[in-house]
């Protein structure tokens, strides 16, 4: 299995040479060894009470760097996280924000729990109880968590009402990916699916795509996979498949998506969904990736992608909309194949660049109508999207990964030069 974190060493590793003429061998040394490691990661016992019993569950906040502003990152709620992977998801989004030049540098927290059984109250004690046990590292200006898997503007706004409990003083901009009527901003919900379609449509437009000639499958149903065939339906793409993780919905010429949302909240799952339906055929995962299709679109976990499946990929185009869902060994196989890789801390990075605007209009006060959100959300993504290729051609970068980790860490390392970290 790959280690998350080992798949981050390796990435920075291969982009830092690219850097070479823009920096010093010292000032690349020294910005490598506090680059590969998190500045600080919080581990604490959460004692909550589950369907009345007192159980003990462990919480993490990994922060990994903070030259370019507060920390900030989601808080996942999931049974395989790990101090491993908070650590490595949180060095993704010091990447990931520096990629589309946000004030941030980056974090991520989790509590390892299934909630998937858990009832309402449970969920809100474990919230609460990860804001008073965490709130002396959180703060507007420290530190600014928001959703990832399994939590939502519901789990935000519990957090922040402890928070604020705690510390005394109301401070909306501390959580983001907030309800509207907490301080959250419009577009936000989407945003993920949104961006990460926004960064595709740039991409199609640069190599001449029909949206109507281009078959799309998507791996997971979780908040970005389902915005994401949104967008991409609306704007003609023909989504084939969908999967949740008992298996996928496969259709022969496109899903539709509001028929596939109620099977799957009638149902609970993809595979009980097709037992009921002669509309949709029905694949497991495996058959999923090898799917003949022009674009697959991981947006689940991390390691979706292995060294031991990527043979079977027939994709010409991976969209990562999760977070490290191609290991290392994996892309090595699919570049040599001459598959095209859009990598997460791109592609992903929509949520919390409008993370970035709710902020913004909470510490304002001001708040921005949808069609500002969109607005500016697509100039961003564009605007990325657009510097990470030239960047690519202008320093004969082979891959987008490499070219996004090589924009996004001369600012990272500029920004430490500038505070004087890397030492004379
Ligand atoms: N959890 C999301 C991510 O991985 C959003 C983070 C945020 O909005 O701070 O990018």
């Not at 799957?264 to 993809?270: A, C, D, L, Q």
């Amino acid at each position: 299995m790959n280690s998350p974190f080992d798949s981050y060493l390796t990435q920075l590793e291969s982009s830092l040479k690219f850097l070479k003429e823009d920096f010093s061998e010292n000032d690349i040394e020294a910005a490598k060894k506090i680059l590969s490691r998190p500045d600080r990661v919080i581990e604490k016992i959460l004692k909550v009470k589950l369907g009345g019993t007192e159980t003990k569950l462990i919480a993490y906040r990994s922060q990994h760097n903070n030259a370019l502003g507060p920390y900030k990152g989601g808080i996942r709620f999931h049974q395989n996280v790990s101090k491993d992977e908070v650590k490595a998801l949180s060095a993704w989004m010091s990447v990931k924000c520096s990629v589309v030049e946000l004030p941030y540098g980056g974090a991520k927290g989790g509590v390892v729990i299934d909630p998937k059984n858990l009832t309402e109250s449970d969920i809100e004690n474990i919230c609460r109880a990860f804001s008073r046990e965490m709130h002396d590292y959180i703060g507007e200006k420290v530190d600014i968590p928001a959703p990832d898997v399994n939590t939502g503007e519901q789990e935000m706004a519990w957090m922040l009402d402890e928070y604020e409990k705690v510390t005394g003083f109301k401070s909306p901009g501390a959580f983001t990916g907030k309800p509207l009527v907490l301080g959250g901003s419009k577009g936000r919900t989407e945003a993920t699916g949104l961006g990460g379609f926004y960064v595709f449509d740039a991409y199609a437009k640069s190599r001449n795509i029909i949206p109507s000639k281009t078959t799309i499958v998507v791996q997971g149903f979780g908040n970005v996979g389902y915005w994401f065939c949104y967008f991409a339906l609306k704007a003609g793409y023909k989504v084939l498949a969908i999967s949740d993780s008992s298996g996928a919905l496969v259709h022969k010429t496109c899903v539709d998506i509001d028929e596939v949302s109620e099977l799957k909240s009638k149902y609970r799952s993809f595979l009980e969904a097709s037992k009921h339906t002669n509309k949709y055929s029905f694949a497991t995962n495996d058959e999923l990736l090898a799917m003949n299709v022009d674009v697959l679109a991981p947006a689940a976990l991390e390691n979706a992608i292995t060294g031991k499946n990527a043979n079977f990929v027939k994709a010409k185009i991976i969209l990562e909309l999760a977070n490290g869902p191609v290991s290392p060994d994996a892309e090595t196989k699919l570049l040599s194949k001459g598959v095209e890789i859009l990598p997460d801390v791109l592609c992903n990075a929509g949520g919390v660049t409008v993370s970035y605007f709710e902020w913004s209009q909470n510490i304002s006060g001001y708040y921005w109508s949808k069609s500002q959100v969109y607005k500016r959300l697509s100039k961003k993504m564009f605007g990325a999207f657009d510097k990470i290729a030239k960047l690519k051609a202008l320093k004969n970068i082979s891959s987008y990964r490499q070219a996004a980790y090589a924009f996004s860490l001369a600012r990272i390392i500029s920004a430490m030069k500038f505070r004087g970290w890397l030492g004379k």
